[in-house]
């Protein structure tokens, strides 16, 4: 799982987008948040394209994903995408990287 989340933080320290699988669905995110909670690793990333159990709105949407959950990650070329939090985020408590934060 180590791959895994080293990966996450490289992709959120160098603003580069990242696809993989997760629950099934093949997904197209942009990390900016990545660390711990309640000993689990998660990301906070924005998913911007691919698919979820719920949908995914047409502009896309933050999703707190599990990185346990995570397969076949790998970075992409593309843009960087950095909407707007609406709302504090609450997925990460013990940060390890976060956009836009030194570390």
């Known amino acids: 799982m180590s791959g895994v989340f080293d990966l996450f933080v490289r ?3 160098e603003k580069r987008p990242l ?4 629950d099934g669905h093949e997904r197209e995110l942009c990390v900016h948040v990545v660390g711990y ?3 689990d690793a998660r990301a906070l990333a ?3 394209a691919g698919g979820s159990a719920s949908g995914l ?3 896309g949407e933050w999703r707190c994903l599990f990185l346990e959950r995570v397969r076949d990650a790998r970075l992409i ?3 960087w995408r950095s909407p707007p939090w609406t709302q ?3 997925c990460v408590d013990e940060i390890v990287v976060e956009v836009g934060k030194k570390d």
């Open 19 to 22: 696809a993989c699988r997760y």
């Open 77 to 79: 070329d593309g843009d």
């Open 88 to 90: 504090p985020q609450s």
């Open 11 to 13: 992709s959120a320290r």
């Open 37 to 39: 909670k309640h000993g």
């Open 46 to 48: 924005f998913q911007f």
């Open 57 to 59: 709105p047409s502009g």
